[in-house]
């Protein structure tokens, strides 16, 4: 019904960059929020950044001024430029979106995830 298609993931030496790209397929799906969340192995799965439909940014202190998430609301698509990289970010980055429905139920979606690894 919906899918959430992330790439860009990959094998990255620190200092380097990445941009993720997440798109959005399905109908009738115009989401209010879309971000970025990742997940190293061990630890809980965390907040990167957020973008919302009015253009309002979100970032994790541990990637404020390195990451930047942009979004193409027409294309239903979230980027996420990734910039010194260090080892701590090496994680499986997961694509979000929500929106909301009747009663304002908040509907929740989630990418299949993509490997980001920063190692020399």
């Known amino acids: 019904q919906v899918q959430l298609v992330e790439s860009g993931g990959g094998l990255v030496q620190p200092g380097g960059s990445l941009r993720l790209s997440c798109a959005a397929a399905?109908?009738?799906?115009?989401?209010?929020?879309m971000g970025w969340y990742r997940q190293a192995p061990g630890n809980q799965r965390e907040l990167v950044a957020t973008?919302?439909?009015?253009?309002?940014?979100n970032y994790a202190d541990s990637v404020k001024g390195r990451f930047t998430i942009s979004r193409d609301s027409a294309k239903n698509t979230v980027y996420l430029q990734m910039n010194s990289l260090k080892p701590d970010d090496t994680a499986v980055y997961y694509c979000?979106?929500?929106?909301?429905?009747?009663?304002?139920?908040?509907?929740?979606?989630w990418g299949q995830g993509t490997q980001v690894t920063v190692s020399s």
């Open positions: 399905g109908s009738i799906f115009s989401p209010y929020s």
């Open positions: 973008i919302t439909s009015g253009g309002t940014t």
């Open positions: 979000n979106a929500k929106r909301r429905g009747a009663f304002n139920y908040e509907y929740d979606y």
